[in-house]
């Protein structure tokens, strides 16, 4: 499986920059979007040529799209701008199919939990607990949950020793009942 931290070669940059996407964005959010295509469909390279497969993604990802998006994207903006209360309205319902951003999930993943089943489990109850409710900032929500989930399972093992279940008979002082 992919790593999070593989990195393109230049040459690959190159030729996805050629394509119309900026090197810079190549680099960083389309890099962490591949990846995490990666893991979600569990590809397993066989030759660990990921530069090819990233190409091909690119190119997959890029051929029409990008051709729309540029003629598209300007008139459509011109014609209804988006105000700031739309972004947000339309933005903030939790719905059934809603993703962590990338930048979010690398966050997670490197900092918070680096359990990606665990990840995915919760990702499931997540949405299903907010389905339908609104909130300014689910990427913050989702560390949050991620954050107090995943502190008490690495904590459940600390409590599986019996000498942690038995804690009031430790600290308690019997030795005043001997002989009685």
Same mark, same amino acid.
């Given at each position: 499986?992919?790593?999070?931290?593989?990195?393109?070669?230049?040459?690959?940059?190159?030729?996805?920059?050629?394509?119309?996407? /900026?090197?810079?964005?190549?680099?960083?959010?389309?890099?962490?979007?591949?990846?995490?295509?990666?893991?979600?469909?569990?590809?397993?390279?066989?030759?660990?040529?990921?530069?090819?497969? #990233?190409?091909?993604?690119?190119? /997959?990802?890029? /051929?029409?799209?990008?051709?729309?998006?540029?003629?598209?994207?300007?008139?459509?903006?011109?014609?209804?701008?988006?105000?700031?209360?739309?972004?947000?309205?339309?933005? %903030?319902?939790?719905?059934?199919?809603?993703?962590?951003?990338? %930048?979010?999930?690398?966050?997670?993943?490197?900092?918070?939990?680096?359990?990606?089943?665990?990840?995915?489990?919760?990702?499931?109850?997540?949405?299903?607990?907010?389905?339908?409710?609104?909130?300014?900032?689910?990427? /913050?929500? #989702?560390?949050?949950?991620?954050?107090?989930?995943?502190?008490?399972?690495?904590?459940?093992?600390? #409590?599986?020793?019996?000498?942690?279940?038995? #804690?009031?008979?430790?600290?308690?002082?019997?030795?005043?009942?001997?002989?009685?």
């Amino acid at each position: 499986m992919i790593n999070y931290n593989w990195q393109p070669s230049a040459r690959v940059v190159s030729a996805i920059s050629a394509m119309g996407m /900026q090197e810079y964005t190549v680099k960083t959010d389309f890099r962490r979007e591949f990846i995490l295509y990666c893991q979600q469909q569990e590809l397993r390279n066989q030759h660990g040529d990921w530069d090819q497969l #990233f190409l091909d993604y690119a190119k /997959q990802r890029l /051929q029409v799209p990008a051709a729309k998006a540029t003629t598209a994207a300007p008139a459509k903006q011109a014609l209804q701008p988006y105000t700031p209360n739309a972004v947000v309205e339309s933005s %903030n319902i939790m719905s059934d199919d809603w993703q962590p951003s990338a %930048n979010m999930l690398e966050y997670i993943t490197a900092m918070v939990c680096p359990n990606l089943d665990y990840i995915n489990a919760q990702l499931i109850s997540f949405t299903s607990h907010y389905h339908g409710k609104s909130h300014p900032n689910w990427d /913050q929500q #989702f560390k949050k949950w991620i954050n107090q989930g995943w502190n008490v399972y690495q904590n459940k093992n600390s #409590f599986k020793d019996a000498s942690n279940k038995d #804690f009031v008979k430790q600290h308690t002082d019997t030795s005043w009942s001997d002989g009685l």
